[in-house]
């Protein structure tokens, strides 16, 4: 008796392609992984195909980088053509380095295999190196609000040839005090181009940004604005400060082999709350001047669950800078601590808690 082995390929639905993106991206993101719309990008998309001002609300983590970014890809993809020397096709503004970042390591995800140039300018990187990068001209730029300003004005680059924009976060830029820098960056575009705004929440401030940059937009919604995130279990503690560092440690007792993040107002806060853990078995070390580079690598090497090589040493801790904040991962109990929250735009998919110490200004 003779057994036959039939092998059948496994054929992949990618519920992409009915939104009418090019094939090629289609592929992409099936080699991606990524087959299955979220709703704002179930509802962005096909708006944006179709030229339209869009703008979103939905929570952080919902995919609002590809109801943006694949559309904005697909149509440079079929308009062809190349940017004139330090020209932008495509501007993406985000308010911090860190998001900039993870923009841009999606969008040239996105376009891998294509002529398409995605390049990304942020602070405190040497502004000389972003200039020489400029001078051909980008098909993608991903920028901070501050740095893009600060090579308009060295006649780095211009935005007079910009057909589409995209403003992600919007609402953290102006609770980073982004409004007037907006302002000059919109007084610099042509008015025929295509916008698209994101946004958690929607404060007062926002109508006036959407006037100032939309034309007749199509408002998409997939939670109410201000929406606790979904699966989150949320409590408040209403305790003397003194008592903060003593239930901080039972919260995380309870958890012992979880990730936990601990945010904090101030650096000498965390400092203080960092030495009254360390009676208990926690040793730390620090190493603070970290370049924003370093901090990309590092944020990239906590995606991927990769913290640091000293994690697999017992006792080690090593603290990273993350823009205003300062982040400390504590091995034995795999905890991190943080000042600040304007920076967070930090993925770490194996934290399990989050817990604050003291409100900042950007409690939201």
Same mark, same amino acid.
């Given at each position: 008796?003779?057994?036959?082995?039939?092998?059948?390929?496994?054929?992949? #639905?990618?519920?992409?392609?009915?939104?009418?993106?090019?094939?090629?991206?289609?592929?992409?993101?099936?080699?991606?992984?990524? !087959?299955?719309?979220?709703? *704002?990008?179930? &509802?962005?998309?096909?708006?944006?195909?179709?030229?339209?001002?869009?703008?979103?609300?939905? &929570? !952080? $983590?919902?995919?609002? #980088?590809?109801?943006?970014?694949?559309?904005?890809?697909?149509?440079?993809?079929?308009?062809?053509?190349?940017?004139?020397?330090?020209?932008?096709?495509?501007?993406?503004?985000?308010?911090?380095?860190?998001?900039?970042?993870?923009?841009?390591?999606?969008?040239?995800?996105?376009?891998?295999?294509?002529?398409?140039?995605?390049?990304?300018?942020?602070?405190?990187?040497? *502004?000389?190196?972003?200039?020489?990068?400029?001078?051909?001209?980008?098909?993608?730029?991903?920028?901070?609000?501050?740095?893009?300003?600060?090579?308009?004005?060295?006649?780095?680059?211009?935005?007079?040839? #910009?057909?589409?924009?995209?403003?992600?976060?919007?609402?953290?830029?102006?609770?980073? $005090?982004?409004?007037?820098?907006?302002?000059? *960056?919109?007084?610099?575009?042509?008015?025929?181009?295509?916008?698209?705004?994101?946004?958690?929440?929607?404060?007062?401030?926002?109508?006036?940004?959407?006037?100032?940059?939309?034309?007749?937009?199509?408002?998409?919604?997939?939670?109410?604005?201000?929406?606790?995130?979904?699966?989150?279990?949320?409590?408040?503690?209403?305790?003397?400060?003194?008592?903060?560092?003593?239930?901080?440690?039972?919260?995380?007792?309870?958890?012992?082999?979880?990730?936990?993040?601990?945010?904090?107002?101030?650096?000498?806060?965390?400092?203080?709350?960092?030495?009254?853990?360390?009676?208990?078995?926690?040793?730390?070390?620090?190493?603070?001047?970290?370049?924003?580079?370093?901090?990309?690598?590092?944020?990239?090497?906590?995606?991927?669950?990769?913290?640091?090589?000293?994690?697999?040493?017992?006792?080690?801790? *090593?603290?990273?800078?993350?823009?205003?904040?300062?982040?400390?991962?504590?091995?034995?109990?795999?905890?991190?601590?943080?000042?600040?929250?304007? $920076?967070?735009?930090?993925?770490?998919?194996?934290?399990?808690?989050?817990?604050?110490?003291?409100? !900042?200004?950007?409690?939201?």
């Amino acid at each position: 008796m003779n057994d036959t082995t039939e092998t059948v390929a496994k054929t992949v #639905t990618n519920d992409f392609a009915i939104m009418g993106l090019p094939k090629s991206l289609i592929t992409r993101l099936t080699a991606m992984g990524i !087959t299955e719309p979220t709703p *704002i990008q179930n &509802q962005a998309i096909p708006h944006a195909l179709n030229g339209r001002d869009v703008m979103g609300l939905a &929570q !952080t $983590g919902t995919g609002k #980088t590809a109801a943006f970014g694949l559309p904005l890809v697909a149509q440079m993809l079929a308009s062809g053509g190349r940017p004139a020397p330090k020209t932008v096709r495509g501007l993406v503004l985000a308010p911090t380095r860190e998001l900039a970042g993870q923009i841009a390591e999606h969008l040239r995800a996105y376009s891998l295999g294509s002529p398409l140039k995605v390049a990304m300018v942020v602070g405190g990187q040497s *502004i000389n190196t972003q200039i020489k990068r400029l001078e051909r001209g980008v098909d993608l730029l991903v920028a901070t609000p501050g740095r893009l300003i600060d090579l308009m004005d060295r006649r780095a680059l211009r935005l007079d040839e #910009t057909t589409f924009l995209v403003l992600d976060e919007a609402d953290q830029m102006l609770d980073l $005090g982004f409004i007037h820098a907006l302002r000059k *960056i919109a007084a610099m575009l042509p008015d025929e181009r295509q916008t698209m705004l994101f946004s958690a929440t929607m404060p007062k401030q926002m109508n006036e940004l959407a006037s100032s940059y939309l034309t007749r937009p199509i408002r998409v919604e997939v939670s109410p604005p201000g929406k606790p995130a979904d699966k989150v279990t949320q409590e408040v503690h209403f305790i003397a400060k003194a008592e903060k560092p003593k239930l901080l440690i039972e919260k995380l007792d309870k958890h012992r082999d979880e990730l936990a993040l601990v945010f904090g107002r101030t650096k000498h806060g965390c400092e203080k709350l960092m030495k009254s853990l360390v009676p208990l078995g926690r040793s730390m070390a620090t190493n603070r001047k970290v370049s924003v580079t370093g901090r990309l690598l590092r944020l990239r090497r906590v995606k991927f669950g990769c913290l640091w090589p000293q994690m697999s040493q017992p006792g080690g801790s *090593i603290f990273l800078m993350c823009v205003t904040s300062t982040i400390l991962i504590c091995p034995m109990y795999r905890k991190t601590m943080s000042t600040g929250l304007a $920076g967070q735009h930090v993925p770490v998919p194996m934290a399990r808690q989050l817990h604050s110490v003291r409100l !900042t200004r950007w409690a939201n």
